[in-house]
């Protein structure tokens, strides 16, 4: 049975592998700052709270979502890393520009998962209002930062067991 609010923001620490040498790039949205770094500061205690190493965590900034998916490509194809963690926030306007920027976004995350056989990770949010954001960035509904950090650390184990083989 589902659980309704499913909240991997409350996680248990006993399920979750050691990331101790796991390294990664974190990919920020400079769009909706208040929020996007929330997840960011999120993401980075997580791993760092399990065993990540600062020195590989490699942070950098673009302006906005839709650019997240070519700077997980660069970071990808340029730096030694496991996986990628993409954040951004966009928020529903007036116009249909919301529709385009996460499809956009989503379907080259998930292409970028395929081509290159390593994680990359969408911790976007799409809400309808700002109030759903910060809901989902530390509020109510925990922190998608964290979430994101999580399934990082969990795909990057995965990929380690089934290729060891």
Request: with cysteine; charged share 20%; aromatic share 6%.
């Amino acid at each position: 049975m589902l659980e309704k609010n499913k909240n991997l923001s409350g996680f248990k620490s006993d399920d979750m592998p050691d990331a101790e040498g796991m390294t990664f790039a974190i990919i920020v949205s400079d769009w909706n700052t208040e929020i996007t770094e929330a997840l960011k500061e999120a993401a980075v205690e997580t791993l760092l709270a399990h065993h990540v190493l600062s020195e590989n965590i490699d942070i950098h900034h673009v302006p906005g979502s839709f650019e997240l998916p070519l700077a997980a490509q660069w970071a990808l194809e340029h730096l030694e890393v496991d996986a990628v963690i993409c954040l951004g926030c966009v928020i529903q306007g007036e116009t249909r520009h919301f529709e385009f920027i996460c499809q956009s976004v989503s379907q080259s995350i998930a292409q970028l998962n395929l081509n290159y056989a390593r994680p990359v990770i969408f911790g976007v949010l799409t809400t309808y209002n700002i109030q759903q954001a910060l809901e989902r960035a530390g509020g109510t509904h925990g922190n998608k930062g964290t979430e994101a950090a999580v399934t990082a650390i969990k795909m990057v184990e995965l990929g380690r067991k089934i290729t060891a083989n």
